[in-house]
């Protein structure tokens, strides 16, 4: 335990003497500014040294029986670092002179004393002893400091030799401090550390600092970031701006931080910062290309109804032409779900659970309900591009995480398939979940102990260059070949890992395979879903299947159509009239508002949510106010739903006539 001085503290003296007249004396003269101890021999003195630790100073008689004064101070030094004042009347003046060579005692007085010099004497005895307790507290401070630093340390002679470093900074020349005392840099290092040291001398010759940034490979092969850091240990310049002179100018110090996570900290954020970027800009695309799809597939299904064509070729030209715009939307949609997934449902959810369930159905061979439907028409065939898949899951319970079931076995699935199509020539794909204590940069819920669930899918296969690994993440950016893939599958899977919280780490070496990692936030076991503070979707019901023929004709209520695009507006009235609805048609909100006001027969609203001037929402917020029982379809190609009000019904574009016509009918009916 490190003892700090106390300034109003009396030093402690232990005086030793067998004549108890002498020590009356002694504590006579010394009790106004010391705290005395008394002893009448030289093992009652080692008793009370034993008892007091903190003793600065000894006075001790030379001559006494059974242990004589040098003896028994030379006993004393093995316990205590107190200074030593040795008192004789007649003694071998020969122990004397021993005692204060080999350093036993700092002073010697003879008896009978004088007053004034033998106080002297315990005081440059008692400062020296302070002062040493001091250095030595300070020394292991320093120590302390040296050895816990999270970074490596180092102090070089005028020759380049180390005189002191941690244990860190020695770990990355593969030895021990011990052996690299008295050692020079160069005859530790490898060629990649040398070019460095060569490069930073000509910066400290001139007694600059040298700054390096290099990525070292450490002696356990792994490849990290360093920043080394080099500067003489001389002070400050002096008034005339020179280089000031002293005997510890030409020291120097190394300093090596291995910054590969924040440099990886930071590509992550940069990559979610792009994402973001990206995010806003398909946001403002969709939104007017799914308008246009709306336009275009509406118009070719009124086409189709109007004037059905006569020939097969055309009707084959007019359903491609149709099919072709469905999946344009679909593939617009896949886009914006990379940045803000919409149709989540989330609930605590038990990863190894989770995992259980793939590697069940794995191992059958069967793609479930929930997955065919986000798989769509080539779940099977995704399926049956997996081969052997190892699962590691631990035995003890993990904590749960606040996520989407279904999402999350449809990222660790795509992540399976995307392993074995690195894997050509075959191999295996090992699937693991682990609970982690930190990610660097982020925080989770103190309720779960900051703790993270992770799920690693790792693959053998090709893997990446450091350029493919920077842009994977890119929507429909695919190392696959052409028609093997859109390049939205990751984009869709960090859109979703990162609304849930989460973060993706991907590590990958070409020809050395690649991991993927989902860094999901733990939940505490005893948080309600009622109760979870956690960012979520509200799950919207899911799309019903429409039938395949046309719902019953309408009963000629009055619609009112709201969108400020002109082709949508034509197409979505089209498909009411058809129907056997009447229908208004507004270009804005505020128009809108006033054709509610002056026709109370409107029995329903359809209208756009992502307007100029007012907007949707706010449109049917005023119209609620004018009419509490007129009920809204909202329509939207790309919008926040989270701005809605809750239970709402949405029908998103491009839609076909049957979707349309179904969510209609059903609000008529309610």
Not at 50 to 58: K, S
Not at 116 to 132: F, K
Not at 204 to 209: D, F, I, N, P, V
Not at 637 to 657: E, M, S
Request: aromatic content about 4%; charged content about 25%; hydrophobic content about 45%.
């Amino acid at each position: 335990m490190i003892t700090l001085p106390e300034p109003d503290r009396k030093a402690v003296v232990l005086v030793v003497d067998d004549e108890p007249e002498i020590l009356v004396a002694l504590a006579d003269l010394l009790e106004e500014t010391y705290d005395v101890l008394s002893a009448s021999s030289g093992e009652q003195g080692l008793a009370l040294l034993q008892q007091t630790p903190d003793v600065a100073v000894i006075i001790s008689d030379q001559r006494m029986p059974n242990m004589t004064g040098d003896a028994f101070l030379a006993r004393a030094r093995m316990v205590s670092s107190a200074g030593a004042i040795l008192l004789t009347g007649y003694a071998d003046i020969s122990a004397v002179e021993a005692a204060l060579n080999q350093g036993k005692i700092s002073f010697f007085a003879y008896k009978p004393w004088d007053d004034e010099t033998l106080l002297s004497m315990v005081a440059q005895a008692a400062g020296r002893y302070e002062l040493e307790k001091e250095l030595a507290c300070e020394q292991r401070l320093l120590r302390g400091l040296l050895d816990n630093l999270p970074f490596g340390l180092a102090f070089k002679d005028e020759e380049g030799r180390f005189i002191r470093l941690n244990q860190q900074m020695a770990a990355q020349f593969g030895r021990s401090a011990a052996d690299c005392i008295g050692q020079k840099e160069d005859a530790l290092i490898d060629a990649e550390r040398l070019q460095s040291l060569e490069e930073a001398q000509a910066a400290l010759a001139s007694g600059a600092r040298d700054q390096q940034v290099l990525r070292l490979t450490s002696p356990d092969g792994q490849a990290r970031w360093h920043d080394l850091t080099r500067m003489k240990l001389g002070g400050a310049p002096d008034d005339a701006g020179q280089p000031r002179k002293d005997e510890l100018a030409d020291y120097s110090i190394l300093i090596d931080r291995d910054v590969t996570d924040l440099l990886n900290l930071e590509q992550r954020l940069r990559q979610a910062q792009k994402m973001q970027a990206i995010g806003t800009l398909a946001g403002g695309v969709a939104h007017d290309f799914n308008n246009l799809l709306t336009a275009i597939m509406g118009s070719l299904e009124l086409v189709m109804d109007l004037e059905p064509p006569k020939e097969p070729g055309v009707a084959r030209l007019f359903h491609n032409a149709i099919e072709a715009a469905r999946r344009g939307g679909a593939l617009t949609q896949k886009l914006l779900d990379f940045s803000r997934p919409r149709h989540l449902s989330c609930q605590q959810v038990e990863v190894g659970q989770i995992l259980r369930d793939l590697q069940s159905f794995m191992v059958r061979g069967q793609v479930p309900d929930d997955l065919q439907t986000a798989l769509g028409a080539n779940s099977e065939e995704a399926a049956s591009r997996i081969g052997s898949v190892q699962f590691d899951i631990p035995d003890e319970a993990l904590p749960p995480v606040w996520t989407d079931a279904v999402q999350l076995e449809l990222a660790i699935f795509n992540l399976c398939i995307n392993a074995q199509d690195a894997q050509p020539d075959g191999g295996t794909i090992s699937v693991s979940v682990r609970k982690a204590a930190r990610l660097l940069g982020r925080s989770t819920t103190a309720a779960a102990g900051g703790a993270w669930v992770v799920v690693q899918v790792m693959d053998r296969g090709v893997g990446m260059t450091e350029e493919m690994q920077a842009r994977i993440f890119d929507p429909f950016f695919t190392t696959k070949d052409i028609g093997k893939g859109t390049g939205l599958g990751l984009s869709m899977i960090y859109g979703f890992i990162n609304h849930c919280g989460g973060e993706v780490r991907v590590e990958s070496v070409p020809g050395g395979g690649t991991s993927i990692e989902l860094w999901l936030p733990a939940m505490a076991t005893d948080v309600n879903a009622e109760d979870s503070s956690s960012s979520v979707v509200t799950p919207l019901p899911a799309q019903q299947e429409r039938a395949a023929t046309l719902p019953p004709v309408g009963d000629g209520r009055l619609i009112l159509v709201v969108d400020d695009e002109t082709g949508v507006r034509s197409v979505t009235s089209g498909f009411l009239r058809r129907a056997g609805y009447e229908v208004l048609e507004a270009s804005s909100g505020a128009e809108a508002l006033a054709m509610v006001e002056g026709r109370p027969e409107i029995s329903l609203v359809v209208m756009d949510v992502m307007m100029p001037g007012m907007n949707g929402d706010e449109a049917a917020r005023r119209i609620h106010v004018l009419r509490p029982d007129l009920r809204v379809l909202f329509v939207t190609g790309y919008t926040d739903l989270g701005l809605l009000p809750a239970g709402v019904t949405v029908l998103h574009k491009p839609y076909t006539r049957d979707a349309l016509l179904g969510d209609v009918r059903a609000m008529l009916a309610a």
